[in-house]
């Protein structure tokens, strides 16, 4: 026995000596030997208190062996070996254990080589991992570039690409990935956050729950007129859960959540194709602006309704800095190409944030979902733009209408010949006198003026931008006629305020005796400026939804669908993003390019379509009738016939519309036809 064991032993006997109690622990068990050695127990036994029976009869110690301290019994040959029993009491502790706080053949002298015996070292099988990440699987890569040449300074660039995924407990996944390039700013570029590229989250999993914290997206949940593809740095978590049903079939309760800063901000554009022009071209923001850095990732480009590919292989190419599309040859763009972009931009103006809530619950024959949405500019916090009290007041007093949300872009400086100043004069255009009109010039004495110039749009301004060797963009001013300006800018600064969308929509679809019924109600909220009390009217506004699908067996081969909608939105109706096909309005002759106008008045969309299917085949045919009416704007009707037909190696597929509108200067008739 090693010296440390004989001391845990006085020090576990004069423990019991100290108390003046004797041990009460008895353990008693039957055995059932397989061999001579039997191992009893965990701790060392206390030897004046063991005995072994065979049934009813005490063995004596000629008949074994007992090895108290690693607790194990040696049956001698002879000894019985059925019916036996064993009662003793244990010690606290197994002797013969070895404790230790580090092993000693890590720090120890060899004989054949010396080592310090006071320098811990860390074994092999740990030198790989020191973090103890043995579960996880870790891959990436780390690169360092530098770019030079003869006509640009040295820069360096830089790429970190990290995942690790893997279990951290039974129950426990976890993801992680970390993206970050740092890409040089070009000279003919632009500084506008980068760093927008860039992905950093962490994702747990496990028992139903997910979560993710960084940088996530948020897409579409289970919802007609709620629709989004969000970007968002922060905390996004669900949790899916049994509840209700029946043992069989149970419930599930879905509940999702996210509060996350908005890196983005929704824009569709309209773009005009130009013959045998297959790009660079250029996208705009929500408020027009001109330079904008898109969310990688969010942007989805149509022609003539039908969703592209991104890649040079494919369909487009998309410069994510410089907000441009270029189309590839696959698809050749003519003026009569439909180009629809729609796009997530970093918006630098305020502060945004988000929040959205979800609960989805479903069981046998009937689900139901709500979920709330909201994103909102942060007023207080201005990001691009030093807003002053006179700033404020003056977005206060204009309300919605924020093309009046300007103030003067001309400040008093002193002369300096590396700006662009003008002077300030007075000019006589035909009878009419004209005052504070502002001229380039270089002389000292009366170039005391910096303006900022904003884009008004044709005949929105007085001044147009002209040619010059200035160091910088120089503008000339043009006299009205008849009062209507001529030009295209003015020395205003526009001010951006913010703003808030928020959306809640409830739903249901239950199977009912008669078919299936699917409805939802939604309500929307859209403030474009949240420093005016003024306008707030038409913030408001809300949509229904109602679907009822019915079928009925017309004979043995044969089925018949019935299917009843019917949809109303409010004029204010503001949805997050598109939730309507994507050429819905020049399905309905509302005149293709007008996605983003607002209604003349409230909108009903309804109808009725039969489908008769031939049973274990594709032969069907369908006939629909729907209206769509927008107050006195617009109303109209189409009847739609489709078919498909197969028989052995022929088959059939042919769609027939006709549409017939009428309203403010709408009378059209609308017949396309297609067939294969």
């Given at each position: 026995?090693?010296?440390?064991?004989?001391?845990s032993?006085?020090?576990?006997?004069?423990?019991?000596?100290?108390?003046?109690?004797?041990?009460?622990?008895?353990?008693?068990?039957?055995?059932?030997?397989?061999?001579?050695?039997?191992?009893?127990?965990?701790?060392?036994?206390i030897?004046?208190?063991?005995?072994?029976y065979?049934?009813?009869?005490?063995l004596d110690?000629?008949?074994?062996?007992?090895?108290?301290?690693?607790s194990?019994?040696i049956?001698?040959p002879?000894?019985?070996?059925?019916?036996?029993?064993?009662?003793?009491?244990?010690?606290?502790?197994?002797?013969?254990?070895?404790?230790?706080?580090?092993?000693?053949e890590?720090?120890?002298?060899k004989?054949?080589?010396?080592?310090?015996?006071?320098?811990?070292?860390p074994?092999?099988?740990?030198?790989d991992?020191?973090?103890g990440?043995?579960?996880?699987?870790?891959?990436g890569?780390?690169s360092?570039?530098?770019?030079?040449?003869?006509?640009?300074?040295?820069?360096?660039?830089?790429?970190?690409?990290?995942?690790?995924?893997?279990?951290?407990?039974?129950?426990l996944?976890?993801?992680?990935?970390?993206?970050?390039?740092?890409?040089?700013?070009?000279?003919?570029?632009?500084t506008?956050?980068?760093?927008?590229f860039?992905?950093?989250?962490?994702?747990?999993?496990?028992?139903?729950?997910k979560?993710?914290?960084?940088?996530?997206?948020?897409?579409?949940?289970?919802?007609?007129?709620?629709?989004?593809?969000k970007?968002?740095?922060?905390?996004?978590?669900?949790?899916?859960?049994?509840?209700?049903?029946?043992?069989?079939?149970?419930g599930?309760?879905?509940?999702?959540?996210?509060?996350?800063?908005?890196?983005?901000?929704?824009?569709?554009?309209?773009?005009?194709?130009?013959?045998?022009n297959?790009?660079?071209?250029?996208?705009?923001?929500?408020?027009?602006?001109?330079?904008?850095?898109?969310l990688?990732?969010?942007?989805k480009?149509?022609?003539?309704?039908?969703?592209?590919?991104?890649?040079?292989?494919?369909?487009?190419?998309i410069?994510?800095?410089?907000?441009?599309?270029?189309?590839?040859?696959?698809?050749?763009?003519?003026?009569?190409?439909?180009?629809?972009?729609?796009?997530?931009?970093?918006?630098?103006?305020?502060?945004?944030?988000?929040?959205?809530?979800?609960?989805?619950?479903?069981?046998?024959?009937?689900?139901?979902?709500?979920?709330?949405?909201?994103e909102q500019?942060?007023?207080n916090?201005p990001?691009?733009?030093?807003?002053?009290s006179?700033?404020?007041?003056?977005?206060?007093?204009?309300g919605?209408?924020?093309?009046?949300?300007?103030?003067?872009?001309?400040?008093?400086?002193?002369?300096?010949?590396d700006?662009?100043?003008?002077?300030?004069?007075?000019?006589?255009?035909?009878?009419?006198?004209?005052?504070?009109?502002y001229v380039?010039?270089t002389?000292?004495?009366?170039a005391?003026?910096?303006?900022?110039?904003?884009?008004?749009?044709?005949?929105?301004?007085?001044?147009?931008?002209?040619?010059?060797?200035a160091n910088?963009?120089?503008?000339?001013?043009?006299?009205?006629?008849?009062g209507?300006?001529?030009?295209?800018h003015e020395?205003?600064?526009l001010?951006?305020?913010?703003?808030?969308?928020q959306?809640?929509?409830?739903?249901t679809?239950?199977e009912?005796?008669?078919?299936?019924?699917?409805?939802?109600?939604?309500?929307?909220?859209?403030?474009?400026?949240?420093?005016?009390?003024?306008?707030?009217?038409?913030?408001?506004g809300?949509g229904?939804?109602?679907?009822?699908?019915?079928?009925?067996?017309?004979s043995?081969s044969?089925?018949?669908?019935?299917?009843?909608?019917?949809?109303?939105?409010?004029?204010?109706?503001?949805?997050?993003?598109?939730?309507?096909?994507?050429?819905?309005?020049r399905?309905?002759?509302?005149?293709?390019?007008?996605?983003?106008?607002?209604?003349?008045?409230?909108?009903?969309?309804?109808?009725?379509t039969?489908?008769?299917?031939?049973?274990?085949?594709?032969?069907?045919?369908?006939?629909?009738?729907?209206?769509?009416?927008?107050g006195?704007?617009?109303?109209?009707?189409?009847?739609?016939?489709?078919?498909?037909?197969?028989?052995?190696r022929?088959?059939a597929?042919?769609?027939?519309s006709?549409?017939?509108?009428?309203?403010?200067?709408?009378?059209?008739?609308?017949?396309?036809?297609?067939?294969?």
């Open positions: 026995m090693r010296p440390r064991h004989i001391l032993l006085l020090f576990v006997l004069l423990f019991v000596q100290a108390s003046g109690q004797t041990p009460v622990a008895w353990r008693e068990k039957m055995i059932l030997p397989s061999g001579d050695t039997i191992q009893l127990d965990t701790l060392s036994i030897p004046s208190t063991f005995t072994l065979n049934g009813q009869t005490k110690t000629t008949d074994y062996e007992l090895l108290p301290a690693e194990r019994l049956l001698k002879g000894a019985p070996r059925d019916s036996l029993r064993v009662r003793y009491v244990v010690y606290p502790v197994l002797f013969t254990k070895t404790y230790t706080h580090k092993d000693q890590r720090f120890t002298s004989p054949d080589n010396r080592t310090n015996p006071f320098l811990y070292r074994g092999d099988e740990k030198a991992d020191p973090f990440t043995g579960a996880l699987t870790k891959s890569s780390l360092r570039g530098i770019v030079f040449g003869n006509n640009r300074d040295v820069s360096v660039n830089s790429s970190l690409n990290l995942q690790m995924s893997g279990k951290l407990t039974e129950n996944d976890l993801t992680m990935a970390a993206t970050d390039d740092n890409l040089p700013v070009q000279p003919d570029g632009t506008q956050q980068l760093q927008e860039d992905r950093v989250y962490i994702q747990l999993s496990g028992n139903g729950m979560m993710i914290a960084g940088d996530f997206y948020v897409t579409r949940p289970n919802s007609y007129f709620m629709n989004f593809n970007r968002g740095q922060g905390v996004n978590a669900s949790y899916l859960t049994p509840l209700g049903g029946t043992k069989d079939k149970p599930q309760l879905n509940v999702s959540g996210a509060i996350a800063i908005s890196k983005g901000k929704f824009s569709r554009n309209i773009l005009q194709g130009v013959e045998g297959q790009g660079p071209y250029r996208l705009h923001g929500a408020e027009n602006e001109l330079f904008i850095v898109v990688s990732g969010t942007e480009v149509y022609i003539d309704g039908r969703l592209l590919i991104r890649g040079q292989e494919n369909d487009y190419i410069d994510y800095n410089t907000a441009q599309v270029t189309f590839t040859a696959r698809q050749l763009i003519t003026k009569d190409k439909r180009i629809e972009v729609e796009f997530q931009y970093a918006d630098r103006n305020y502060a945004r944030s988000m929040i959205y809530t979800g609960l989805d619950y479903r069981r046998e024959g009937w689900q139901t979902w709500f979920h709330a949405f909201s500019d942060n007023k916090q990001l691009q733009q030093t807003l002053t006179e700033n404020k007041l003056r977005m206060a007093e204009v919605d209408s924020l093309y009046k949300a300007v103030v003067p872009g001309v400040d008093s400086v002193a002369f300096s010949g700006l662009v100043l003008y002077k300030k004069i007075d000019t006589l255009a035909g009878s009419v006198l004209y005052n504070d009109v380039y010039s002389n000292p004495d009366s005391h003026y910096r303006l900022s110039f904003s884009y008004t749009g044709l005949y929105g301004g007085n001044y147009i931008q002209v040619s010059s060797s910088g963009k120089t503008f000339r001013w043009i006299a009205p006629q008849n209507i300006p001529q030009g295209d020395p205003v600064i001010l951006i305020t913010p703003k808030r969308k959306m809640v929509v409830l739903g679809k239950k009912m005796r008669f078919g299936l019924l699917n409805s939802e109600f939604a309500y929307t909220r859209n403030d474009l400026n949240t420093f005016s009390p003024f306008n707030s009217t038409d913030d408001h809300y229904g939804k109602l679907n009822i699908e019915s079928g009925y067996a017309v043995d044969l089925s018949l669908v019935v299917e009843t909608h019917y949809e109303l939105v409010s004029r204010y109706f503001s949805p997050i993003e598109r939730y309507r096909s994507v050429e819905f309005e399905d309905w002759n509302l005149g293709w390019g007008s996605a983003n106008r607002l209604p003349a008045s409230g909108q009903h969309l309804g109808g009725v039969l489908n008769l299917k031939k049973l274990k085949s594709a032969n069907r045919i369908s006939y629909g009738w729907s209206m769509f009416r927008e006195e704007f617009m109303n109209g009707v189409k009847n739609d016939v489709a078919g498909s037909w197969n028989y052995r022929f088959g597929v042919a769609h027939v006709l549409l017939q509108t009428s309203g403010q200067n709408r009378n059209t008739t609308f017949l396309r036809h297609t067939a294969t």
